[in-house]
């Protein structure tokens, strides 16, 4: 697979063009041509699984669409869509035209009941009437009074959070007030575990994600700040931090914890991450102390919870 050099690092030739077509309709033959030369190139390669998406690959970001996929892997990111097949694949179909029913002309006549002649009319109690009327009225008003007070009470304290606060990620036990600064008002919270050799965790309140967390464990002679470091940049100001992991580094929109660990008597890294979709706090120096405070609670328990013990 041809490398391409490009800002930030290096790309193989599937992952720039298939981030190229992540948009648009495509020829079926060519899709199907794509994918198996795609598929022999990988296989031809001997990649191991999740390679592409790894930490010790400096790889730069490929997809800018808005979504939170970085476009590394071609084959289970970017893929574009095959044009679809026709509603009607027969040429000599032709579509049915529905006919429109006419409505019907006949009429029915009702039976006529006989009735017994009218009893003569009284003259109606007019200061009767004016009664009644004035109750009515002041009954509709007292009503709609009631009404807008209740309008104008739920507008003022409207909002807020419907929702209880998580007390892990994914599985990974966290204190929930370490959630509340990133967490915005909502009616329900969900997390989304995916992935096998890198475990991400995204979480989303009213399907709007809030933030995502990426662990991960590495070879000890990879540098996982080094590898991030242009993502940390884009971040906005990486300052190195003591205190989450043996190496810390902490963003206006995100932080990352390092630390060495033992998996099965061999030695590795473990690194963690989380990575904030919303400026929120608005503040950014009370952000940035809220991602350190998180990191350094989530770190050593995310290593815990997959099966990586500090050394």
């Known amino acids: 697979m041809v490398r391409i050099k490009v800002r930030g690092g290096e790309a ?16 079926n033959t060519f899709m199907n041509k ?30 800018f669409l808005g979504d939170d996929d970085f476009g ?36 029915f006549r009702r039976p006529v009941i006989p009735t017994d002649p009218a009893p003569a009319q009284t003259p109606p109690n007019t200061s009767a009437m004016a009664s009644v009327r004035g109750r009515r009225i002041r009954t509709a008003a007292a009503a709609l009074a009631t009404v807008g007070t209740l309008l104008l ?10 929702y209880t606060l998580p007390k892990n990620v994914c599985g990974t036990r966290i204190d929930p007030g370490l959630l509340s600064d990133f967490m915005p ?8 575990p995916t992935g096998q050799s890198i475990w991400y965790c995204k979480v989303f309140v009213d399907k709007a994600q809030v933030f995502r967390t990426q662990d991960a464990v590495t070879t000890v002679d990879t540098d996982p700040l080094k ?3 242009r993502e940390l940049t884009r971040e906005g100001n990486p300052v190195r931090v003591p205190g989450p992991g043996e190496k810390g580094v902490v963003t ?3 932080a990352m914890a390092v630390s060495r660990c033992s998996v099965k008597g061999k030695q590795h890294v473990f690194v963690s991450e989380i990575d904030l979709f919303a400026e929120r706090p608005d503040n950014t120096a009370d952000r940035r102390k809220a991602l350190k405070a998180f990191m350094k609670a989530y770190h050593p328990r995310a ?3 997959h099966g990586c013990t500090a050394t």
Do not use: I
């Open 12 to 27: 193989y030739g599937f992952q720039t063009v298939s981030n190229f077509m992540r948009a648009g309709d495509y020829d």
């Open 34 to 63: 794509y994918g198996d030369a795609l598929v022999a190139t990988e296989k031809k390669m001997k990649l191991p699984d999740h390679y592409l998406q790894g930490t010790g690959v400096q790889v730069p970001k490929l997809n």
């Open 72 to 107: 590394r892997d071609p084959m289970t990111r970017g893929q574009p869509r095959p044009r679809p097949e026709p509603l009607h694949p027969h040429p000599g179909h032709q579509r049915r035209r529905l006919r429109r029913q006419r409505p019907s002309t006949r009429t």
């Open 153 to 162: 009470t739920a507008g003022c304290g409207g909002g807020g959070r419907d």
């Open 185 to 192: 008002d909502g009616e329900t919270v969900k997390a989304q």
């Open 227 to 229: 590898v991030k470091e």
């Open 252 to 254: 206006d929109m995100g």
């Open 303 to 305: 290593m815990a919870h």
